[in-house]
């Protein structure tokens, strides 16, 4: 088994609680459009994919790239209405982070949001400067479940991906960290534990209160 030199922290539901501003934001696309959601809990579809990619899941067809685009930055717009007073942290991952770093371990951010806000949600919570670098939707040419995201992440903190950590909420983001050849522990703020399990997560966790490092 490989001793753990590194990481790597998805945001979205992981290290911001903002799961309730990403759902309405879609739902408020939706309305735009006239669509009807096919299925109560729709919103699942996006969890963990850049939101061009997210798009032509949920309107059940297929887009242009343009449109998908478009589409995806009409999101992003209303999100950021929803959440321009910031968000919360998740309970209790600041003090875990803070554990990680006192443990000499290097820190990294892989997400599929843009940089312009994982730098404004992240500083407002006093968090960007706790990680050693960020990955962001802009740094790759696929997203989650593909392994690029956290490939570079590793990369980016000179550590082996087969000795990183990842903690993620999103079954496509913890595909996209086995496949990278990680070990993962869930965050059940999007996915019940069961289906986090299902996609590899090796455990499973609620929130990080009273969680200590060593995970």
Known sequence: ??????????????????????????????????????QPD???????????????????????SSEAMRLADRKHDLYQQLARHGL????????????????????????????????????????RDRFDAVVTAEDVRFGKPDPEVYLLAADSIGVPSVQCLVFEDAVVGVQAARRAGMRVIGVATAHPEDELRAAGAASVIDDFEGLHWPA
């Open 88 to 127: 919360p942290a998740v309970p209790g991952v600041i003090a875990f982070v803070d554990e990680v770093a006192a443990a000499g371990i290097p820190r990294a951010v892989a997400t599929s949001a843009s940089r312009v806000d994982v730098h404004r949600l992240l500083g407002r919570l006093g968090l």
């Open 42 to 64: 729709y919103w699942r579809l996006t969890i963990g994919r850049p939101g061009n990619e997210a798009v032509p899941l949920l309107l059940g067809h297929p887009l242009s």
């Open 1 to 38: 088994m490989h001793t753990t030199r590194g990481v790597i922290f998805d945001m979205d539901g992981v290290l911001i609680d903002s799961g309730a501003h990403h759902r309405e934001a879609w739902r408020a696309l939706l309305d735009e459009l006239g669509v009807a959601p096919a």
